[in-house]
């Protein structure tokens, strides 16, 4: 048993990242127990978690085991949690209530627990007090661990915790099933250095390390082969890729190295504004197939708390970034992530936040109130500001974010748009698919448009979504 320690997991050493081919393994006899049965998977978080999903499916069915959208029907359920706010916590032990019921009326099923919460010292401190029921809990640093855990668990039948406060490695050749055959994500690079104040993401990923340029262009030209029209890059930081590899090969040179695999579009995310350099800019104005969409979180529209969030830069520096993106790549679209109620944030605080979404006008903004981290210093700062006052903060930020986004949409009325068709809609009779800028568009085509980008002509526009037809002129 390896339980976490958040006191290891901020320590950043100088020892050299491995990169292991060969770590995946399977035992024999986990293969034969695992035969013909069936898992159940529940992702939160983010977009690494979802592929992370999508390597822990591809795992679980090289063992035996398929797939079941029935968690009661299962024979192992796995919850892939996030730890970034209280509200996702909530939802997975919540979730945990249910499985220890249905663990009552099976006992033989195998239940686990992975991911960033794993990752957190409280979190596996009170699984491993109150939850002994549990089975299995691991973490971001050892999924290619899980054929090994799941035979000792077999064996012994005892509740184990293994997760590893460390710097972490790179492995390679990690199986995955992807969820689409249309888009696929890719990373290419794990953890992060930043330790904004707020966030525990650098104690549950580790630091930041980036996979060698070689493997990321092997799995993207794969990808083409296959007949993937869009890769998007994954990482923390992707605008910080390369700065761990000891040479001069930068974010910049690996968007024109996937850009030239002749992969039809190529998307990344998260950026920090910090990194983001003119060279990127220039080779993303070069590359059609390198997406005019740019998520770019600001977090506060105040110079005060933007230093209180450790974010190390200051809002006019985001403003010359921001406009500079906006000159350099036609027709872009940006987006960003923004954090009410962070500890005393003032009213005049609030309003500078206000005012640099009046000014920057974002195409869509992704807000939330500010959620206390544990261990993270930003949980030592006093918090005077009241739940209802935070609560009347988002809302009047909604309002307007919910205002551009709707004019910005409004600019595509009559205007034809490729889109890439990804399935049927919400809405009866419609397909759905997304344009360059990273626009939703509903659109009444026929089901074998599913896996293509076709052109559409936009005929409604509303706040967070477009409507459109097939556009055959």
């Not at 040479?247 to 992969?263: D, F, P, S």
């Not at 060279?279 to 230093?307: C, E, F, T």
């Not at 009347?392 to 748009?417: F, P």
Request: charged share 30%; hydrophobic share 35%.
């Amino acid at each position: 048993m390896n339980l976490p320690s958040l006191k290891q997991a901020k320590i950043r050493g100088k020892e050299e990242v491995k990169i292991l081919y060969d770590d995946y393994k399977i035992p024999n006899d986990v293969q034969n127990y695992f035969k013909n049965k069936k898992y159940y998977i529940e992702t939160y978080g983010c977009q690494m978690n979802v592929h992370d999903s999508e390597n822990i499916k591809a795992i679980l069915e090289n063992i035996g085991l398929t797939e079941t959208a029935s968690m009661t029907n299962s024979d192992l359920i796995i919850l892939n949690t996030c730890a970034i706010r209280e509200n996702a916590h909530n939802k997975v032990f919540g979730m945990l209530g249910r499985i220890k019921h249905l663990k009552e009326e099976k006992k033989d099923i195998i239940t686990c627990l992975c991911g960033c919460m794993a990752q957190e010292e409280n979190v596996a401190s009170i699984i491993h007090e109150k939850y002994k029921w549990l089975d299995l809990v691991f973490g971001t640093h050892n999924i290619h661990k899980l054929p090994i855990l799941l035979g000792e668990l077999i064996k012994t039948k005892k509740q184990n915790i293994d997760v590893y406060s460390i710097e972490g490695n790179i492995y390679e050749n990690i199986p995955v099933k992807r969820d689409s055959k249309y888009k696929a994500w890719v990373n290419i690079m794990y953890g992060c250095d930043k330790f904004c104040t707020y966030c525990i993401v650098p104690y549950t990923r580790g630091k930041q390390r980036s996979r060698l340029p070689q493997d990321i262009i092997k799995e993207v030209e794969e990808l083409v082969k296959d007949g993937y029209l869009e890769v998007t890059l994954l990482g923390q930081n992707v605008n910080a890729y390369g700065k761990d590899l000891k040479t001069n090969y930068n974010m910049a040179n690996l968007l024109e190295n996937v850009a030239k695999t002749q992969i039809q579009r190529i998307r990344f995310i998260t950026s920090h504004p910090w990194d983001f350099t003119d060279d990127m800019l220039d080779v993303i104005a070069k590359y059609d197939n390198i997406m005019p969409y740019i998520h770019l979180p600001i977090q506060s529209g105040s110079n005060r708390i933007l230093k209180l969030m450790g974010r190390r830069y200051t809002k006019e520096e985001y403003i010359c970034l921001f406009n500079k993106i906006k000159r350099k790549i036609p027709n872009v679209s940006i987006s960003t992530d923004i954090i009410v109620g962070f500890p005393n944030e003032t009213e005049e605080d609030f309003q500078e936040t206000l005012d640099i979404v009046n000014t920057l006008k974002f195409d869509l903004a992704y807000t939330f109130i500010y959620s206390k981290r544990e261990g993270t210093p930003a949980a030592a700062l006093e918090d005077n500001i009241t739940l209802e006052t935070k609560n009347k903060r988002l809302q009047k930020l909604n309002n307007l974010v919910n205002k551009y986004a709707k004019e910005n949409n409004q600019k595509y009325l009559n205007k034809v748009v490729p889109v890439l068709i990804e399935g049927e809609s919400e809405k009866k009779g419609k397909f759905f698919g997304y344009t360059d800028t990273m626009k939703l568009v509903n659109v009444k085509c026929d089901p074998s448009c599913v896996g293509k980008i076709i052109n559409v002509k936009i005929k409604e526009i509303k706040t967070w979504s477009l409507d459109g037809d097939i556009n055959n002129d």
